[in-house]
T-cell receptor, first 115, second 111 residues
Framework: SQTIHQWPATLVQPVGSPLSLECTVEGTSNPNLYWYRQAAGRGLQLLFYSVGIGQISSEVPQNLSASRPQDRQFILSSKKLLLSDSGFYLC??????????????FGPGTRLTVL | GENVEQHPSTLSVQEGDSAVIKCTYSDSASNYFPWYKQELGKRPQLIIDIRSNVGEKKDQRIAVTLNKTAKHFSLHITETQPEDSAVYFCAAISDGTPLVFGKGTRLSVIA
């Protein structure tokens, strides 16, 4: 079966500091990978998605970037955090090993607080 | 691109009553419609989904209906229980695109 991991689980960072969040998927190959942000009490905002190594699509212009250095690894980064970057960051995957490339499965999330 | 509207944004029901959440979509090419449940502080989890070649699907106390002509789909929860309290998200997808989510419905089941 497939498992998705995210770390860290929680993070408190000062404004202007860098950010690196990591997501890895086990038990599948060539998954589609997604990064979402969820502000407190709000919906799911798609930030980036990737259909393969080095292939990144950006949905929202911002000070964040994403990279996919390996097939099952997805990294979200920022050079300088803003207060508005606070939120719950969710990684998700989809793929044929789950029966369909349509269904997305979410990781446990990283709760980021920027002070 | 696809746009998904979800209503209501909040819903309170008495324990044992039914709850209905409705979503509309704009892209007639959309062919897959999942529903996710998100408990406080947790990740969204898939609870039921439906494809465009099916009009209704049931799984115990939850069901989803799809009206392709009107481009809307609904989540029905019967005999609600306190553990059904959560935020529910609908979504839609057409081939080759990521899921587009509604803004969510906060369901409160009052004991």
């Amino acid at each position: 079966s497939q498992t998705i991991h995210q770390w860290p689980a929680t993070l408190v960072q000062p404004v202007g500091s860098p950010l690196s969040l990591e997501c890895t998927v086990e038990g599948t190959s060539n998954p589609n990978l997604y990064w979402y942000r969820q502000a407190a009490g709000r919906g799911l905002q798609l930030l980036f998605y990737s259909v393969g190594i080095g292939q990144i699509s950006s949905e929202v212009p911002q000070n964040l970037s994403a990279s996919r250095p390996q097939d099952r690894q997805f990294i979200l980064s920022s050079k300088k955090l803003l207060l508005s970057d606070s939120g719950f960051y969710l990684c998700a995957w989809s793929g044929l090993d789950a029966g369909s490339t349509d269904t997305q499965y979410f990781g446990p999330g990283t709760r980021l607080t920027v002070l | 691109g696809e746009n998904v509207e979800q209503h209501p944004s909040t819903l309170s029901v008495q324990e044992g009553d039914s709850a209905v959440i409705k979503c509309t979509y704009s892209d007639s090419a959309s062919n897959y419609f999942p529903w996710y449940k998100q408990e406080l502080g947790k990740r969204p989890q898939l609870i039921i989904d439906i494809r465009s070649n099916v009009g209704e699907k049931k799984d115990q106390r939850i069901a989803v209906t799809l009206n392709k002509t009107a481009k809307h789909f609904s989540l029905h929860i019967t005999e609600t229980q306190p553990e059904d309290s959560a935020v529910y998200f609908c979504a839609a997808i057409s081939d080759g695109t990521p899921l587009v989510f509604g803004k969510g419905t906060r369901l409160s089941v009052i004991a």
